[in-house]
């Protein structure tokens, strides 16, 4: 009986989050995986080191590939300043203008390109979708935006796909949820006031169905999909299941948002004092109490995405992760 050829894929981004999880699915599924990575290579890995922002892709890097997942970026950051800026547009926009030569040069049919809901600015329609159109409200979101608009019109593969995720959980150690759980169980997140605010949030596990439909789905091509659970949530909401999954018990008081706003107009003018970002400020108080709403509707529609996880089911097993309990 004849061997059935494996596809072959590249992953760059392939120690993140994401990525890390995303190669050990396409093994798992048959696919030969090619990695792309800032860091070292483990001797079980086939590919390639590569600092997106200053080193030249790597001759045949993307020689017999089939699909690219673009998952290499520089991650948000809420203190952005000029080098900030300078770094977004070398591994963001450039480093994503090499890959896509790369790719086009090589014949890959399939580039898809992990974005992010950032890529363009907030409105006051909730939820937001594919068809908001709003500038990025930073240097960050811009750049994901220009590197959106290199994968779809740049001509450079046939099948181009942007897969833009909300916030994205799951087992690990960095990120703002960690982070607040972690403050919770040490006792110094305060409970905030229920203010009804609506965030949309995705488990890793979805992303990565997300983006395999997205690969796999030929109606795909060309196209940008937001990525959600399809629950929102408010930050009480989330406070509450924490402490849940933490054995802590339910906690009746509340911060008062009137106390929040002095304590973050004072973290503005200290801000303003010592020339950066204050921990807690306007920025981090909306951040916390506003809305970051948006809708998989399409995605749904068009690929048939289901996400198989919730926040609240998978916070225990989260905590369990963060050895906590």
Not at 18 to 39: W, Y
Request: proline content about 6%; charged content about 20%.
């Amino acid at each position: 009986m004849p061997h059935l050829i494996k596809p072959n894929v590249l992953v760059s981004g392939s120690k993140g989050f994401i990525g890390n999880r995303l190669c050990h699915t396409l093994s798992q599924q048959g696919f030969n995986v090619r990695v792309l990575s800032h860091s070292a290579l483990t001797p079980d890995e086939q590919g390639f080191q590569m600092d997106l922002a200053v080193d030249d892709c790597p001759s045949g890097l993307c020689t017999g590939i089939d699909t690219v997942f673009h998952l290499a970026g520089i991650a948000h950051n809420t203190a952005e300043n000029l080098d900030n800026e300078l770094q977004y547009q070398r591994v963001n926009v450039e480093g994503t203008r090499k890959l896509l030569q790369a790719a086009k040069q090589a014949g890959v049919k399939r580039f898809i390109f992990l974005s992010s809901v950032k890529a363009v600015g907030d409105c006051d329609q909730q939820p937001m979708d594919e068809a908001i159109g709003i500038p990025a409200d930073g240097v960050y979101g811009q750049s994901k935006y220009d590197a959106e608009q290199l994968v779809l019109h740049g001509n450079y593969v046939p099948h181009p796909v942007v897969i833009r995720p909300s916030m994205v959980y799951g087992n690990t150690k960095k990120g703002n949820l960690p982070r607040m759980i972690k403050a919770i169980h040490r006792g110094l997140f305060p409970p905030l006031p229920e203010t009804h605010n609506s965030r949309s949030m995705v488990h890793v596990d979805d992303v990565l169905q997300a983006v395999l439909l997205a690969a796999k789905k030929p109606e795909a091509a060309g196209q940008i999909y937001i990525v959600t659970d399809d629950t929102n949530y408010s930050t009480r909401q989330i406070y509450n299941w924490i402490r849940a999954a933490l054995g802590k018990t339910p906690l009746a008081w509340e911060i008062p948002l009137s106390l929040l706003n002095i304590l973050a107009k004072s973290g503005d003018v200290i801000g303003q004092l010592i020339g950066r970002r204050f921990p807690f400020d306007s920025a981090a108080l909306l951040k916390l109490t506003g809305s970051a709403c948006y809708s998989s509707a399409k995605i749904r529609r068009e690929l048939g995405f289901m996400p198989q996880h919730s926040l609240q089911t998978s916070l225990p097993d989260i905590v369990r992760f963060l050895n906590l309990k």
